[in-house]
């Protein structure tokens, strides 16, 4: 029996990447999960998938930035399965070409930006709260990213509004513990799904590994199973946390490549 057996999950931006690998990790642990992806045909290839397992699942579209999409994916997930108790806020907006250094940022990035990953987070977490509390206790799990710690020459409106992200989860974590819903984030490092490994090449890809603490960078299947754990009664007492999924990258100095590449950085 899995850790997840008789709960329900939704996963948005569950077709692809991160999502398709978490909506498949909760389904092998036993959970009824829906896919809530504006790629439909995608999240319904993803669902056949996880029923040639054994598992359940089910494909809906969902625009995240738009309420009327969310708030029906909720509730289609609560009509088919009878409740919610596990909801994946991954669906993210990301696009390098356009969101550049501050002045040369277009608003219509900017905005566009924010209204999937933030509003889209807000949105799910407005009607999975109600569901949850219908169901007397939930996990959300709200994927941010290690850009919201830490300044950089691009992507100015991506890693601020996965900073917004950060500040949200623990406000829904305030306001909705006692009634038994938890809310945390997980803060992926370089992750090689396949948008990533499209728009990066193998250089930079090689040069983050470089910071990596590990001797590889991360697969969505590590996010998976952290997404997993804070779905389960194993966190019962975890809330309101942003938790680094990353290899350590965002953990040590600025110069930890340049003294592990000269042979300094070895333990003895």
């Known amino acids: 029996m899995g850790v997840l057996e ?8 569950g077709a692809h990447g991160i999502g398709r690998a978490t909506v498949k990790a ?20 993803v669902a056949q998938e996880v029923g040639r397992s054994g598992g359940e699942a089910r494909a809906v579209h969902c625009d995240v930035s738009q309420e009327a999409d969310v708030e029906a994916a909720v509730a289609s997930t609560v009509g088919a399965f009878g409740g919610l108790d596990i909801l994946h806020n991954n669906a993210a907006y990301l696009r ?34 109600r569901a949850m509390l219908e ?15 830490a300044g950089d020459l691009l992507l100015s409106a991506y890693g601020s509004s996965k900073g917004t992200v950060n500040s949200f989860t623990r406000y829904v974590a305030a306001q909705y513990g006692k009634q038994r819903i938890r809310c945390n984030a997980i803060a992926p490092g370089l992750i090689k799904s396949e948008g990533v490994l499209e728009g990066m090449g193998p250089e930079r890809i090689a040069e983050i590994e470089e910071h990596c603490l590990v001797p590889r960078t991360g697969e969505p299947e590590d996010i998976a199973e952290m997404v997993v754990y804070l779905g389960s009664d194993a966190a019962s007492f975890v809330t309101a946390q942003v938790i680094a999924v990353d290899g350590g990258i965002a953990s040590h100095v600025p110069t930890f490549a340049d003294k592990h590449r000269g042979g300094r950085g070895n333990a003895h």
């Open 6 to 13: 008789g709960k329900v999950a939704m996963v948005t931006g």
């Open 96 to 129: 390098g070409e356009g969101d550049y250094d501050i002045a040369n940022l277009s608003v219509e990035t900017w905005e566009r930006t924010f209204r999937v990953n933030a509003l889209g987070v807000m949105l799910g977490c407005k009607y999975g709260v």
């Open 26 to 45: 909760l389904a092998r642990e036993g959970a009824r999960v829906t896919i809530a992806d504006i790629a439909l045909e995608a999240a319904e290839a």
């Open 135 to 149: 169901r007397g206790a939930g996990s959300i799990v709200n994927t941010s990213s290690g850009s919201a710690a």
